[in-house]
């Protein structure tokens, strides 16, 4: 699924997590927002991601089509991955941690109810705390960024000429 540059990073992120869930007494972290799911799995898609304290995490997807792995799970609705769980011999989580601060009420009572923990605690912080602290890899992806973005502003003043309308 994965370049071994990004499986590397991704495994120190993963386990910069799980170091966090450790702290934090928490069972697992669900991450359902688009910007924390492209921090945990290095994409974007419609779907949701389950780090446990312990193990690999599970990535459950809904959309697009064609993401494989055998952590990659495919899903028509949430309600499913309790299921997925049990099948694979990993328990429901006592703590969960979600991303409060980021998904609407509706969402978060959903998960409790599919999840049914003893207690529920905030993951937003959690991913903001491990996103701060960048590694060679991200430093060198936002290097890379602002070369390309420096470029493109070198470009702009010979795409405009005297006299040119708003349109052109």
């Not at 910069?16 to 450790?22: D, M």
């Not at 799995?41 to 193990?55: L, Q, T």
């Not at 792995?69 to 495919?74: D, I, M, S, T």
């Amino acid at each position: 699924m994965y370049d071994i540059e990004l499986k590397n990073e991704l495994e120190r992120r993963w386990s910069s997590v799980r170091e966090e869930l450790a702290r934090q007494q928490a069972d697992a972290l669900l991450v359902t927002t688009n910007v924390n799911l492209y921090y945990v799995s290095g994409r974007v898609f419609a779907g949701m991601a389950y780090i446990p304290s312990e193990g690999e995490p599970l990535f459950f997807v809904r959309r697009p089509v064609g993401l494989k792995g055998e952590n990659v799970l495919y899903i028509r609705k949430p309600e499913e991955i309790g299921d997925c769980l049990r099948e694979r011999g990993i328990s429901l989580p006592r703590k969960l941690l979600l991303e409060t601060d980021s998904i609407p009420m509706s969402e978060y009572l959903r998960y409790e109810k599919i999840f049914s923990p003893e207690q529920t605690g905030n993951g937003t912080r959690l991913l903001r705390t491990v996103r701060s602290v960048k590694t060679p890899f991200e430093l060198g992806r936002l290097r890379l960024s602002g070369r390309l973005h420096a470029e493109v502003y070198r470009r702009i003043p010979e795409l405009f000429r005297p006299g040119m309308t708003d349109l052109e």
